[in-house]
């Protein structure tokens, strides 16, 4: 497995996989890779020659008073874990390497990143789309692919994909869980014991709207309280619960099957996320 450090011989490297008539499969990942990360790059593996991993804790999508400092990290395990999957490159650049100091071109989305976790984290999908659309650049994927888990973040990259013409393919791999329905999540490892049992609420909660809606409920505020109060009782603080469309990520009223229920809490100073497509 080759592991590169250096944009100018990972693009150069790249660029000779796709010359010499390979498919590249790209994974971004921050990192301190679990499960998730893994089957991303099964559902990469099904059709590309090559993945290439990308660990970068990219701080440009980390507002000032979030977690970038004490974000988990561990590159020999991540390098092993990839080494183990099959992966043919690791890209984890530092961040000098990465951006400039005087760096001053960023890519925005001016619409689906408005709501949620933009709402909360307005600098976040900034930054999310500039280092994806770099990421593209250096290492020219054919296939990129991103977890269902971050449902928002897919939606952007999509449109940013289409508005800028990247000649990318976005795949979207299901939310991988733990044997309880914990969304499996690097921040995870900030849980306390107390804490994960809290956590498990959204999972439940998430269920019970899924249960709600094909037993025949489908007013949006009905479902969203019903999710609301599952958090609350566990004392989750909760950041939003919405009932989405899918597409335009605008909140429903009336739920069809297809719209996503999005939760985004907090369990402790841990912001966790989550969703259930109906
Ligand atoms: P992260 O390292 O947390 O930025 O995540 C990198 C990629 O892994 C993103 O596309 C995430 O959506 C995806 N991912 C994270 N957690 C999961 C999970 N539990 N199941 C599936 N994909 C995940």
Redesign the pocket.
Known sequence: MKIFRDIVEMQRWSMEQRISGATIGL???????????L??IEEARVDCDLIIVS?FV?PTQFGPNEDYGKYPRDKEGDIEMCEKAGVAAVFIPDVDTMYSHDASVCVIENSLSQGLCGQSRPTHFGGVCTVVAKLFNIMQPNVA??????YQ??AVIRRMVQDLNFAVEIR??????EHDGL?????NMYLSNDERQQALSINSALNLAHESFFSGQDSAVEIKNLVIRQLHEHCMDVDYVEIINGFDLNPVETVQMGDVVVVAAFCGKTRLIDNCIL
């Open positions: 994974v971004p990942t921050m990192g301190y890779l679990h499960k998730g990360h089957s991303l660990i990219n692919v991103f977890g269902q888990k971050d973040q897919v979207v791999a299901p939310i991988v869980r969304a499996v999540s690097s921040r």
